[in-house]
């Protein structure tokens, strides 16, 4: 289906505040190659695919899209499988996060009806699980019980310490444990921390009596009990990112649970604005607000907030929001950045890594990761068990203990 019209001129691929824009005209198909591109720096990617891949696409087609990126994935996987099978395990790894990758990147413009979604979802589901497989210490393919239905997450446990510190990671409406994985796997295995990345109940209709949020702050704190329920957890050490918009749960499950040591939200910004929205609807446009922080106040455990200069927020409202909470005595730290060091648009798209990097630096202060936490190298597994299936641990499963 053609999504936009074929434009007869069309203009030339530019970098802006954004990024790297390649299609002027195609704005969305634009936003999906710089996170390619960006994901390089995260080892999911390589440029020279990305850039070949955009030259063979009928940009705005979304056949074609779905098509070369698929393509291109299957390519990946086979040679993936194939150096497994040869036990080339860290070039198995790559080549499995960038399979999976491309897997994502081919289904983003499928609506959910289309047979093909759930499809690629299994599929991209079966490159993360083989991704897993040949980390050492190997991944883990948990589920968690939530009401009728079952919550999914992935584990890479850091082989540094005994009892290790955990991040969790979640995202925005559209992003999936897979996503996340890809994100933040290399972060976390550098600075010696182990990871968790869960699908949450997104589903608004299935949930009529309150807000999905309740319900996803509500799953959170199953993940956070399960991991507290593990012999190789530091319970004292467990974080929270909210990665983009997903910054708003965060902060509200921040807010609601004391036992998190740090958190990365958006330190109530999107509660506060929504608040002096309906505020000004009731009493008039005129009515001047401060920031009014309620979630930020309740936050016992430290927080950052990081955002672009080319951000969806005003620098203005989000400065004050953290000077008010500041003078509250919220321990809350806010990280700028600006349009000359790159890492200025939304989730510093068009630089990732840099904000990335400054997440775990700061993370690792505050979790106090010192060598003895710090992993030297990122492992790969010596011996590559295939096909392993979770098994039963109480309402939890997984994948792997090894």
Known sequence: MMREQAKSVHRSPRYDADGW???????VESTQLRRLLGDAQEGASFVSECLMIAGKIVVGDDESWLEEWRALA????????????????????????????YYRTASA???????????LSRIANSCAEAFLEVLSPRGEVLEIRFGTNLLQGYLIRSSAA???????????????????????????IANGLSLLVTDLPREIERFQDRPVHHYQCVALRR???????RDDVDRKRIALIGDGLGGALATRVAATETRWAAAVCDGGFWDDLEHRYVTASLFGPDIKLSPFCKLARQMKCPSLVVVGEHDYVS?????????????????MDLKIFKGEETGSSHRQLDNPSIGRQFIFDWLRDKLRI???????????????????????LNDTRTASRA
């Open 21 to 27: 824009t390649h299609w002027p005209d195609h704005e």
């Open 109 to 119: 413009f499928l609506v959910r009806s289309d047979p093909r979604t759930p499809e």
């Open 162 to 188: 005994r009892k290790s510190p955990v991040v969790v990671a979640i995202g925005e409406e559209r992003d999936t444990k897979e996503d996340l994985l890809v994100r933040f796997q290399s972060h976390a």
């Open 370 to 392: 010192d060598r003895n936490d710090q992993a030297p190298s990122i492992p790969t597994r010596k011996n590559c068990v295939k096909n392993a299936r979770p098994l039963a």
């Open 315 to 331: 620098l203005e409202d989000i400065t004050a929001l953290h000077e008010h909470c500041r003078a509250a005595g919220v321990p």
């Open 223 to 229: 993940w956070l009990d399960y991991l507290l329920s």
């Open 74 to 101: 299957d390519r990946i996987a086979r040679r993936a499988r194939l150096s497994s099978a040869e036990g080339h395990f860290t070039t198995a790894r790559n080549e499995w996060l960038r399979a999976l990758n």
